[in-house]
């Protein structure tokens, strides 16, 4: 059974930095597997921030572009995302998911709040 556990949220002044990491259990990072963060805030829909396949390609929203930096580990079986110059609007809960042919798995979810 796939598990992904997301650690590292918090509160941060803006201006300020986190990293984010989700620790995946029962599977494996192999080629085939899409890794991504995602967030959603209150009141709004859950949306994609930054995805990371095997092949070493990774993909940003334009609202995080420049400031947030995905990363997967292989052999940890971990990915993470640095987040830095965080906004106010960066608030949200933030989820790891796990996606390959037949399995998609999400984490429960760490806090991220970012005050003004």
């Known amino acids: 059974q796939v598990q992904l556990v997301e650690s590292g949220g918090g509160l941060v002044q803006a201006g300020g930095s986190l990293r984010l990491s989700c620790a995946a259990s029962g599977t494996r990072f192999t080629f085939d597997t899409v890794v991504g963060w995602y967030r959603q805030a209150p009141g709004k829909r859950r949306e994609s921030v930054a995805t990371?396949?095997?092949?070493?390609?990774?993909a940003y929203s334009d609202s995080v572009k420049g400031r947030f930096t995905i990363s997967r580990d292989n052999t940890q079986n971990t990915l993470y995302l640095q987040m830095n110059s965080l906004k106010p609007e960066d608030t949200a809960v933030y989820y790891c998911?796990?996606?390959?042919?037949?399995?998609?798995?999400w984490g429960q979810g760490t806090q991220v709040t970012v005050s003004s």
């Open positions: 998911k796990l996606t390959r042919p037949g399995v998609s798995s």
């Open positions: 990371a396949d095997g092949g070493g390609s990774t």
